[in-house]
């Protein structure tokens, strides 16, 4: 299903431009100093964000800097309601409130607030999952288990989401209310910046949970971690790494630097090839590209299939192409043989099937089922082929691998 959402009138998705979301920030703890906005200046700010292209405007009073010092609930609510006063009809924009705590999101709500950014994703207060419910607005999530955006790596990202997304709906919150943030960041002192590489990189992999992605990106330690500059020197990291999500599928992205994150998100959706889909007569046919098994099962359960169905089917789903070098040709036809056994197939050369050659590359072409299927039976035969065997299963694991794949 393509990504189609109305978001307090503003359309958000596959088929409309990527929406930015500027940031105006009231804390003075905060780790980029640079945007800290002057109270008597919000109302400015917020119109020159509007002016130079965005379409949302996100406030927030209280920091979420690991090292940054920690200030009470009543300072939050001293510093952000009377910016939401300010901004209530003067910013023609979505308006969202940036704050874990559901008493201060329905007084921000009152005052003009129209979504709700949790970043504990309903883990801070367990009031704020029944607040959002009950204003029926839309609300930001972000990927989160017990603190803000504590899961480690993409599988625990999804993971995660998928959980806040079955109490979101278990709660009574409409399914096109939510808007998923895998937590770019380091949120807990235990994330490395390869997991928020990993992150950018397998992005497209939120696209199974078919609903609006925002990225935060701006300014981020995974940018310092490769440029090794401060916050007020990351603009170009920021937009390189803005460009990626883009590319991959975000259709929001939470920025400080509105302008050059304009250019950067239309040119990275213009490369962004069209999802396939077609629509006709109350019927829908696209096309998911599933890469990890872990998303078949995601997306089957989704449609109602039991989760023991699920794993069952979900490395059916998933199909990889590998190409061997240098093999003998009776080893490269013993591949076909086994492969075809097992409903995939082996490419090999003309002169290697009529043994004109001695030796052949080779392309094995199926599923993981498939695949690790072979590699069990190969594994017990003669020749090289219980070394190609372990070679394959070897390649296969890498391509999972987090740290090889960042270091």
């Known amino acids: 299903m393509a990504v189609d959402f109305d978001i307090c009138g503003l359309k958000v998705g596959d088929d409309h431009p990527v929406r930015l979301m500027g940031v105006i920030n009231l804390s003075q703890e905060s780790f980029y100093k640079n945007s800290i906005i002057d109270k008597d200046s919000i109302v400015n700010t917020a119109q020159k ?30 510093r952000l309601l009377p910016a939401l006063e300010e901004l209530e009809g003067n910013v023609d924009a ?21 979504i709700v950014n949790d970043v504990s994703g309903f883990t801070a207060d367990s009031n704020m999952v ?6 029926v607005c839309p609300a930001v999530v972000m990927a989160s288990n017990k603190s803000p955006g504590d899961p480690i790596g993409m599988e625990a990202v999804m993971y995660s ?27 807990a002192p235990e994330k490395d910046p390869i997991y928020d590489f990993e992150t950018a990189d397998q992005f497209e992999r939120l696209k199974i949970f078919e609903k609006p992605l925002l990225a935060a990106v701006s300014r981020k330690s995974m940018v310092e971690a490769v440029i090794d500059k401060p916050a007020n020197e990351r603009l170009y990291g920021s937009l390189a790494a803005t460009s990626i999500v883009v590319h991959k599928g975000a259709d929001i992205i939470r920025t400080h630097d509105v302008a050059q994150t304009k250019d950067v998100a ?3 959706k213009a490369i962004r090839s069209r999802k396939p889909y077609i629509r006709k007569n109350g019927f829908e046919v696209s ?36 190409k061997i070098d240098n093999i003998t040709t009776t080893e490269a036809l013993i591949l076909k043989q086994e492969m075809l056994a097992r409903g995939g197939d082996v490419a090999i050369s003309r002169d290697a099937v009529s043994h004109e050659d001695e030796f052949t590359d080779v392309i094995i072409m199926g599923t993981l089922l498939q695949i690790e299927r ?4 190969l594994s017990y035969q003669a020749r090289n082929l219980p070394l190609i065997a372990e070679m394959i299963k070897e390649t296969l694991q890498q391509q999972m691998d987090t740290k090889y794949r960042y270091q």
């Open 49 to 78: 964000m509007v002016d130079e292209g965005a379409t949302m405007i996100d406030v927030g009073a209280r920091s979420t800097w690991l090292r940054a010092e920690n200030i009470t609930k009543e300072q939050e609510t001293e």
């Open 94 to 114: 979505v308006i969202s409130v940036d704050t874990m705590f559901a008493d201060i999101a329905e007084e921000s709500l009152n005052r003009g607030a129209d």
């Open 130 to 135: 029944d607040l959002v419910a009950d204003y």
């Open 161 to 187: 989401l998928d959980s806040i997304i079955k109490k979101a709906e278990s709660r009574g919150i409409d399914s096109d209310k939510l808007i998923l943030d895998p937590a770019f960041g380091k949120w």
């Open 266 to 268: 239309d040119v990275a």
């Open 287 to 322: 096309v998911l590209d599933i890469t990890h098994p872990s998303d078949a099962a995601y997306i089957m359960k989704s449609i109602g299939t039991t989760g023991s169905g699920s794993n069952v089917m979900k490395k059916k789903s998933v199909n990889r192409t590998l």
């Open 374 to 377: 072979l590699v069990d039976k």
